[in-house]
T-cell receptor, first 114, second 112 residues
Framework: GAVVSQHPSRVICKSGTSVKIECRSL??????MFWYRQFPKKSLMLMAT?????????EQGVEKDKFLINHASLTLSTLTVTSAHPEDSSFYIC??????????FGQGTRLTVV | DAKTTQPTSMDCAEGRAANLPCNHS???????VYWYRQIHSQGPQYIIH???NNETNEMASLIITEDRKSSTLILPHATLRDTAVYYC?????????????FGTGTRLTIIP
């Protein structure tokens, strides 16, 4: 299947700093990417839908000014957690749709804010 | 998306077939049944999907009841590496920008 790569896989940052997570579709073009977060022993919760060349659509309760999403090309979407706090510590996962609309997931990024 | 119901957890002996049930009684005619799994600390992995016919691939088989209100994912010879959370999701055929909604899934533990 198609490959979606996330970077970094793990990051530790200080409270108040910003962290950028990249999601790349390596062998296909993805007009739509999705960002999820997952707390321990919980299911994936959709945060936002990222569309190439336009503004992201955020789910209810997700602060768009805190979780900045940029989808500048057909193979790259980025999620920036701004002014991170310990409660933002979580597992962040991206997903990309290929041309037949199948969804493939990145390996996830574990963010720890200290 | 139609809601799905899955058992919270299941155990299966290594080498045996693992049968994971899913109820989707409100599924509509154009919705497919998809299965993903998530191994600890990794992103979800696509397994298989189907509309109304049974499907088989190199990973698993999917059995969908005639009324489409339930399905069963079968891992024919479970190995320890199959220990994961398995998610059953229904989604429309006209995907567009449709998002995937994950339920709580079934935590499958393969026992040596």
């Amino acid at each position: 299947g198609a490959v979606v790569s996330q970077h970094p896989s793990r990051v530790i940052c200080k409270s108040g700093t910003s962290v950028k997570i990249e999601c790349r579709s390596l062998d296909f073009q993805a007009t739509t990417m999705f960002w999820y977060r997952q707390f321990p022993k919980k299911s994936l919760m959709l945060m936002a839908t990222s569309n190439e060349g336009s503004k992201a659509t955020y789910e209810q309760g997700v602060e768009k000014d805190k979780f900045l999403i940029n989808h500048a090309s057909l193979t790259l979407s980025t999620l920036t957690v701004t002014s991170a706090h310990p409660e933002d510590s979580s597992f962040y996962i991206c997903s990309a749709r290929d041309r037949v609309n199948e969804a493939f997931f990145g390996q996830g990024t574990r963010l720890t804010v200290v | 998306d139609a809601k799905t119901t899955q058992p919270t957890s299941m155990d299966c002996a290594e080498g045996r077939a693992a049968n994971l049930p899913c109820n989707h009684s409100t599924i509509s005619g154009n919705e497919y049944v998809y299965w993903y799994r998530q191994i600890h600390s990794q992103g979800p992995q696509y397994i298989i999907h189907g509309l109304k016919n049974n499907e088989t691939n190199e990973m698993a088989s999917l059995i969908i009841t005639e009324d489409r209100k339930s399905s069963t994912l079968i891992l024919p010879h479970a190995t320890l590496r199959d220990t994961a959370v398995y998610y059953c999701i229904v989604r429309a055929s006209n995907f567009g920008n449709e998002k995937l909604t994950f339920g709580t899934g079934t935590r499958l533990t393969i026992i040596p």
